[in-house]
Every structure is written in C-alpha cells, then in structure tokens.
C-alpha cells in the first residue's frame, strides 16, 4: 500500500461498510476499505443472506422437481440429490458477488487494506495485515462497519460440526436424518426448510410461545401451520438446558420454558439460531474512547456519529435491525453526511423478507404495534387463495394484509405470507416512503394476470370493496 493517509477509512467491508466506501468514493473522497477477510461482502455475502438464499432456491426445486410438477401434468422419473452440486451452485453464487465487490471497489478507486483494523484515536486507524506486519492509516473520519456475529449458548457450545451455526448449516457435507433448530427466528427457519427439504426431519424448540416475535402475530401464526404441513415439528415455550455430544449425534435436554419436567431430544444436528451480536471484538474502541450502548452496540447519535467527533457507525454494529439492506442504506447515508449532504434512513419503510416457502415479507407496524400505540387502524386482506396467478401456479397459501390509518387511510404497515411477495413488498414500501394511501394502491392499474393483483385487492379491501372476494 503506497498511502497512508486518505479522506475516509472504512472498517467492515458488509453491505454496510463496501457500500459506505463506494458512495463516498462517488463523492470524491480519497477512501480505504479495511477488511480482514480473504474476500469483501462481509457476513451477507460470505455466510449469510447471499450463500443461503442460493440454498433455498435449490432445495426449492429440488422439492418441485420431488413433489410439486405431477400436478402440473409434467412427470419426472425418479428425483436424485447431487449435494456436492448444490454447494458448488452456492459458492460459485457466493464468488460471483464477492468478486463483484472487488470489481467495484477497483472501478471506484477505493483501496481495500487486507488486515484486522484497530481504532487507535480520532482518525487513527492501526491494521495488523493479513500478510503480516502492521500499517499505521489516518483520515479525517472514520466509519466503523464491523457488523455482528453468531450469539452463543452456554450449553450449546457451536463446534460447527454437530452443533453448528448458521456457518456450519451452510456447509453440511451430507443431509442429516434430523435437525433440532434452537431458536424459531429467521435463520432457524430457513436453514431448517433447506434441510427439511433435502430430507431432514426438522424441530424447531422455541424459547417463546410463537415463532418468529418480531412480526405481525398472523403472520407469525399462518406461517408455522404451513411449516407444521410441510413437516416441521414446533415444541414452543420451551428452553434448552444441556447437550451432550454423542458418536451418533446430541442429545439435547429440553424443558418448559417457565420450568417442569424436563425431556431428552436425540438428533444428527443441532443448529443454535438465538440471534447475532453486534461485533466490536479487538477494535480498540475503550482505549479510543468511542461509547457502547447498553447492548453492546457503538452509541451513534441520528447522523451515525460516535461520542467521538469524525468517527461513526452503521450497520448490525448500531441500533436497529439486523439486515443488509438497512445497513446498506445507512452506509449510502453517511457518506453523503460526511459529505455535507443530506444523508437519511427513514426506518419506517425498511422492508423484512423471511425466504420459507412461502415466503413472509413486511414493512412498517404490525396489528400488535398499532394496538399498542392506540393509533386506529383499518384491515383490508386478500387471500391467494383468491388470486388467478396463484392458482395457476399452485401457490395459494398465504395472504396480504395492509394496516391503514382510520382516519387519513395513509398506509402504516403491510404483512403478507404467499408466492414471491418477497418481490411484492416493494410496492408496499414505496407506498410508505412516499406517504401513499389505501386508496392510492387501490387505483393503481396492476397487471392481469399477476400476484400483484392481490395488493391491489387488498387495498381497496381496507375500504370494504375488494372486487375478487
Ligand atoms: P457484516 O456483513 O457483518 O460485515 C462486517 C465485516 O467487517 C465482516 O466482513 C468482518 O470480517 C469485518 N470486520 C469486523 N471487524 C473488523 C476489523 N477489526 N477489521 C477489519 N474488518 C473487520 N439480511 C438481509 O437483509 N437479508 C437476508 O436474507 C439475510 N440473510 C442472512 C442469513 C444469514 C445466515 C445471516 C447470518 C445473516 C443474514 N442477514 C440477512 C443479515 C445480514 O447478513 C447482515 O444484516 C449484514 O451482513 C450486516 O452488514 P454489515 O455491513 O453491518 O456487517
Ligand atoms: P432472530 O432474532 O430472528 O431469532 C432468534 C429466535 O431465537 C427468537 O425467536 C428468540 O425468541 C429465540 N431464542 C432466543 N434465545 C433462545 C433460547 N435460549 N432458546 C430457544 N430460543 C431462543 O435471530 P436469528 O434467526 O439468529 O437471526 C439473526 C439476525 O440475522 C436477525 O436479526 C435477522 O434480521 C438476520 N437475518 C435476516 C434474514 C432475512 O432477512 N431473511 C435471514 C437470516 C438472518
């Protein structure tokens, strides 16, 4: 690396940190992206959101080619597993977006500084490289985008073999006979449909008494009976209090989760799936001075500014929701910000996909939220068991429901479990962002015949009036 000094340093190259550095790079600042794995992309692109969805979408038509096409009228002999294929199809996913970054980072003119970064005082950045010695960098502000990594239990130490986290779910070298998911939340539940799918006979043991807490209760609901008739077994409201590591497998010790009797689960795998911490291991941050707050998180004030002046922080490192999106939009943020711009995330239009089959997608308040915040709201919901596209697909399951407000129908949440509304909840989301009403979906002109139609029912649904139902 021939300088040492430049405008911005990025610590993290994660949706957050890479896409922090190409937007300030695109406003002319002289940038350094320190990032101490082999390739940039951070958890999302190396061992989260991207490895996985390229998982989901095999074992997907793995299930269809299985189980879904006879209905169709298209018969297939006998259906076979090619596991080693289905992982090269997901690093081959995987390297294809790494790769990318490097490209973009190359086309930008934004230095990737290869080594574990060390914050060292206000714009001091000390990097102990990967190929070994250490580089001392400085600029005038610096941007901490380190992300989180895997929460661990004390009785369910993660050797990434028998009892592995999402890392080790990605990579199983076969299929196992069964699954035990600790944690019924996003990455349980799809890491476990993956392996369902392949064959596994999946349980999900759940501290709480519904499955995925932080969205809307019906969804919530809806989904875990179509987990149920797909197979998946649920033992709610119950913890986990020992495993023990056998030749064959674990056997896991299980009670309720506000005490009694307590049962054993023998299984191949377990998969511990009880959240992420945010990530600030040897980043120097107490002998910098820069504040946590009472979660562990770095202390950000609402323009990403640490407690010390020209460092700042974005992504799963910060308050808010864990998502690549949501940091990618915080990094686009702050650079603008550190620019002199205007940089913004409005965080009630940030949308959340669960990647099951059917998916789950939301944005803005869920029913519980609303209820709480004594804010009056109207329903409009459309099955797609009423939806010409999803029938012809054979994708019925599921619905979406749009929360408006009672009296100005501006509309304050989604929530939908059905076919690809991963890809609906767009729409929804500009709704929000541009502050759009009921009534404005509802006359909205959506093609014919698509998935699409069913937001537009269940918009004018809000005012009593769906036509289709
Ligand atoms: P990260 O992506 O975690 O990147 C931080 C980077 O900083 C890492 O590469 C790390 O090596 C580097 N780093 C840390 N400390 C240092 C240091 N001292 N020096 C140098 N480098 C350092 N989100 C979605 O929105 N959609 C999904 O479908 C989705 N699926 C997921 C599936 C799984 C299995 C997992 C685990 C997560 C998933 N997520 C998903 C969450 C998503 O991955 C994170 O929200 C996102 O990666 C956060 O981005 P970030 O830039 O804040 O941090
Ligand atoms: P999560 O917060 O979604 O779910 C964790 C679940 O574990 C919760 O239901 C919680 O009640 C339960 N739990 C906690 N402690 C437990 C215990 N001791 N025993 C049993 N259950 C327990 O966390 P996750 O699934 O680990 O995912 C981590 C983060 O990654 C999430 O914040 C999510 O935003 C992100 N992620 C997003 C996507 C996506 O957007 N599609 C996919 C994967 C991960």
């Known amino acids: 690396m021939s300088d040492t000094q430049f405008d911005l340093i990025v610590i993290g190259a994660g949706p957050g940190g890479y896409v922090c550095a190409i937007r300030a790079a695109q406003l002319g600042m002289k940038v350094a992206c320190v990032e101490k794995r082999e390739t940039l992309g951070g958890t999302c692109l190396n061992v989260g959101c991207i490895p996985s969805k390229a998982l989901l979408q095999a074992s997907e038509k793995y299930e269809e080619a299985s189980h879904g096409l006879a209905a169709f009228g298209v018969k297939v002999g006998k259906v076979e597993l090619d596991l080693k294929a289905m992982m090269a199809h997901k690093d081959k996913t995987v390297k294809s977006n790494t790769d990318g970054i490097a490209y973009l980072f190359k086309k930008n003119k934004v230095e990737w500084v290869k080594g574990a970064a060390k914050v060292t005082g206000a714009g001091k950045v000390s990097v102990a490289l990967n190929a070994g010695g250490t580089q001392d960098i400085t600029a005038k502000n610096i941007v901490i985008a380190t992300g989180s990594d895997v929460v661990s239990l004390p009785s369910l130490p993660i050797d990434e073999k028998r009892i592995v986290s999402s890392t080790g779910a990605i990579a199983l070298t076969e299929v196992p006979k069964s699954m035990v998911l600790v944690g019924g939340g996003v990455i349980g539940l799809e890491m476990g449909s993956v392996w369902q799918r392949l064959g596994a006979k999946v349980t999900v043991v759940e501290f709480l008494d519904r499955i995925m807490p932080g969205m809307d209760g019906e969804v919530s609901k809806q989904m875990q009976r179509i987990l149920q008739k797909q197979g998946m077994a649920f033992e709610l409201s119950t913890k986990v209090t020992g495993a023990k590591v ?224």
């Open 246 to 469: 056998t030749a064959k497998g674990v056997t896991l010790t299980v009670e309720p989760a506000a005490g009694g009797d307590a049962k054993t689960i023998e299984t191949d795998i377990v998969l511990v799936a009880v959240g992420r911490r945010p990530y600030t291991d040897a980043l120097g941050l107490k002998d910098a001075g820069v504040a946590l707050d009472d979660k562990g998180r770095v202390a950000i004030d609402g323009h990403f500014q640490t407690n010390v002046p020209g460092i700042y922080a974005i992504g799963d490192v910060v308050v808010g929701p864990m998502l690549a999106h949501k940091a990618e939009d915080e990094g686009m943020a702050v650079a603008e910000i550190i620019a002199g711009q205007h940089g913004h995330v409005n965080y009630d239009a940030i949308p959340s996909v669960v990647y099951t089959w059917p998916e789950c997608a939301s944005v803005g308040k869920t029913e519980e939220q609303l209820k709480g915040e004594n804010v009056a709201y109207k329903v409009g919901k459309f099955p797609f068991t009423a939806n010409a596209r999803a029938r012809a697909q054979n994708n019925t399951d599921g619905f979406v429901k749009i929360l408006a407000d009672a009296t100005t129908d501006r509309v304050l949440g989604v929530h939908m479990v059905g076919p690809a509304v991963g890809e609906l909840i767009g729409e929804l989301t500009l709704a929000i962002e541009f502050g759009g009403s009921a009534e404005d979906i509802a006359r909205t002109c959506h093609a014919h015949p698509t998935l699409t139609e069913a937001v537009r029912e269940a918009a004018l649904a809000v005012d009593g009036r769906p036509i289709h139902i």
